[in-house]
C-alpha cells in the first residue's frame, strides 16, 4: 500500500509553513513541504523536526515548468499520485512598491494566475480518487470583481465560462495594463486582485471539469481565502498569525471521505462565500 501523500507549494514560511505543520498533525500520510530554493525548504524541514513534526521536501518553482514536470513525475513513481494538493505559492507587491503598474501586472499574474494554472494542468491528473485541491486565493479577488464592469462581472460569474476564455481576459488584463488601457477595459487598479479573481474562477471551472469527467473520484476542488495574515507578503500589522490563516485552506484540504461539500466553491473562515 503506497503512503498517502499531501503537498504544499511555497511551504518554506508564513501560510504555506503553518499549513504544513497542521498537515503534519491531523494527515494520515506524508507531507511535503515544497519551495524554489533548496536550502530554504530544508531548513524548513529541519524548524519542523526541531518541534516533532515530520515533513519531508521536494524543489518545485512553480514559475519553473521543468520543475514542475519533475516534481510530478517524482509523485507519481514514489506514490502514485497525489491526496493532497494545496496550490499557496504566490506574489504580491507591496502597496507603496514602485514598480510600474504594467509590470506588476505581467510580474503577478506570471506567478500567481499563469504559474498555478501550470501546476493544476500537470497534478490534476495525478489526484486520486477522495483526493483534495485547495487553491489559496483571497478576498481581495471578490472586491476585484465586484470593481470590474458590468461585462466582465457577468463573464466571471457565469456558469459557461472556459479555461481558454479566462486565459483569454487574463491575458487581456496583462495587455491592457501595457498600454495603460485597463481602467477602460473595465479592470480596477490591482493587479494581485485580479490575479486571484482569475485563480477563483479557474477553480470553479476546473471543478466544474471534475465533476464531468472524473464523477465517481469524489476529488473536491476548491478556492479559499486564508484572511489578512502577518506574513511577509502582507507585512506585520495584519490581524492574524499564519496558523489562523492556515485553518480554513487545512479544513478544505482534510475534508472527510465521502464528503459531497464544497466543490467548486469560495471559501473563507470554513464557510461558502458568495461569488
Known sequence: MTSRVAVVTGSNKGIGL???????????????????????????????ASEGLTA?????????????????????????????????AAIAFK???????????EETLKTNFFATRDMLRQFLPLIKAGGRVVNVSSFVGVRTLNQCSPALQERFRSED????????????????????????????ETAYGVSKMGLTTLSMILARRLSKERPSDAILLNACC?????????????????EEGAVTPVYLALLPPGATEPHGKFVSDKEVQTW
Open 161 to 188: 465560462i472556459t479555461e481558454e476564455e479566462l486565459v483569454g481576459l487574463m491575458q487581456r488584463f496583462v495587455d491592457e495594463a501595457k498600454r495603460g488601457e485597463h481602467k477602460q477595459g473595465g479592470w480596477p
Open 95 to 105: 502597496v507603496a512598491d514602485t514598480t510600474p503598474f504594467p509590470v506588476q501586472a
Open 18 to 48: 503553518a499549513i504544513v505543520k497542521e498537515l503534519c498533525r491531523q494527515f494520515q500520510g506524508v507531507v511535503y513541504i515544497t519551495a524554489r530554493d533548496v536550502g530554504r525548504g530544508r531548513n524548513a524541514v529541519e524548524s519542523l
Open 56 to 88: 519531508m521536501f521536494q524543489q518545485l518553482d512553480i514559475n519553473d515548468g521543468k520543475s514542475i514536470t519533475t516534481a510530478a513525475a517524482y509523485f507519481k513513481e514514489k506514490y502514485g499520485g497525489v491526496d493532497v494538493l494545496v496550490n499557496n
Open 226 to 242: 486564508p484572511g489578512w495574515v502577518r506574513t511577509d507578503m502582507a507585512g506585520p500589522k495584519a490581524p492574524k498569525s499564519p
